[in-house]
Structures are given as structure tokens and as C-alpha cells.
């Protein structure tokens, strides 16, 4: 139990288009769903945090007009990258948890790769 | 500010060698910690949280207060073990949130 899949799995898109990442937990009603980038041999940054019907919670640094998060249902949330350049190029993780904040157990998706030509 | 650093990017060790990934941190307050792992071409999942006190495949964390770390341990390393491993900890204050290490690439070498 607890899977929660990631769509695509990679995108390649050319600069200063928009592209859309999906987030789903595929057997449980995700509350609180997380999006993370991870750049090459570097570690896991957060990038915001979203609750089911609510506004997603940017970490500082992270420009929300660029990287807009929508959590529609309980089991879907979505990552788009507007306008995007090659310094958007990464791999985006998505992770799920059943209750609010951070105490509960998130299961992670199988990430994104995006690249931007 | 909350900071898990994981001193060591690479280790290799020999398949039946005890192992020892380092985690140290900074937190002002009790931590919640945790070890993840990403075997190869798999997703993160969680291996062990500190308040679980359990061994999971073989491996223990024993949380340390006084050194402020929570080292991955393992007593006899198998080739399966090779994988990703990335040491975390939940910020409570502020913005929650899982703060996550550098993380430490084991090798075990048959």
C-alpha cells in the first residue's frame, strides 16, 4: 500500500513553455502532499507543500508565479513550471502523507526529470 | 537554523564488514529523525525513525542528544545494501517541513 505515482516520469520541453508534472497517491487519500527538487548529486530541497483545497506553502527562495502548485483532491496535486529555462532543468520529486504537517509518514514518488532546451 | 550533514558523499565497504554512515545535526529542541534509502532506480522510502527504536534489515540508529548524531549502523554489510542513504530530520519550528542531509552513496563490495 501507500504507492503514489509520478506523471511523466521525464519531459523534455523547449524554453519558455509551460510543463505539468502529476502527483497521485493511487490507494490512499494524500492530505498533505510535498514537492521537492533535487539537483545532480546534491540532496532533496523542498520546494512546497500543499493541503488538500488549501494554497500550497512555498519554501523561501521558491517563486510561486513560476512554480504553481494546485491540490485539487486527495489524491492528486500538480507541478507546473511556467515559462521554463534550462536553470529549471532537475528532478522533481513529489511525496504524500495521510494526515497534515509533517509528522506523518510520507511516501515518495518516483520523480520527474525535467530538462528545458 | 535545522542542518543534518552527512560528512562522508561516498563509502565503500566489503560485504560482510560492519558499516557506519555519520549524521550529525543542529536543532534547537528534540528532534524527530530518520534514515531514507534509494536503492538503484527506486524511490526514497523511509528505513527507520529514531522514536521507533526498531531494526530494520539489519540496520540501527541510536539517536545521541549529547553529540547531536544518529549514525546509520549495520554489523554485517550485504551486497543488497548498496544504495543512496539520506539522513533527515522534521523541522517543527516555523514552516514544517523534512530537512534532508547530503546523503552518503555505501557501496558493498562482494
Known amino acids: 500500500g501507500a504507492v503514489v505515482s509520478q506523471h511523466p516520469s521525464w519531459v523534455i520541453c523547449k524554453s519558455g513553455t509551460s510543463v505539468k508534472i502529476e502527483c497521485r497517491s493511487l490507494?490512499?487519500?494524500?492530505?498533505?502532499m510535498f514537492w521537492y527538487r533535487q539537483f545532480p548529486k546534491q540532496s532533496l530541497m523542498l520546494m512546497a507543500t500543499s493541503n488538500e483545497g488549501s494554497k500550497a506553502t512555498y519554501e523561501q527562495g521558491v517563486e510561486k508565479d513560476k512554480f504553481l502548485i494546485n491540490h485539487a483532491s486527495l489524491t492528486l496535486s500538480t507541478l507546473t513550471v511556467t515559462s521554463a529555462h534550462p536553470e529549471d532543468s532537475s528532478f522533481y520529486i513529489c511525496s504524500a502523507s495521510y494526515g497534515l504537517g509533517v509528522g506523518y509518514e510520507q511516501y515518495f514518488g518516483p520523480g520527474t526529470r525535467l530538462t528545458v532546451t | 537554523a535545522q542542518r543534518v550533514t552527512q560528512p562522508e558523499k561516498l563509502l565503500s565497504v566489503f560485504k560482510g564488514a560492519p558499516v557506519e554512515l555519520k549524521c550529525n545535526y543542529s536543532y534547537s529542541g528534540s528532534p524527530e529523525l530518520f534514515w531514507y534509502v534509494q536503492y538503484s532506480r527506486q524511490r526514497l522510502q523511509l528505513l527507520l525513525r529514531?522514536?521507533s527504536r526498531e531494526s530494520i534489515k539489519g540496520f540501527t540508529a541510536d539517536l545521541n542528544k549529547g553529540e547531536t548524531s544518529f549514525h546509520l549502523k549495520k554489523p554485517f554489510a550485504q551486497e543488497e545494501d548498496s544504495a543512496m542513504y539520506y539522513c533527515a530530520l522534521i523541522q517543527i519550528q516555523g514552516a514544517q517541513k523534512l530537512v534532508f542531509g547530503q546523503g552518503t552513496r555505501l557501496t558493498i563490495n562482494p
Open positions: 490507494d490512499f487519500q494524500a492530505t498533505t
Open positions: 529514531h522514536i
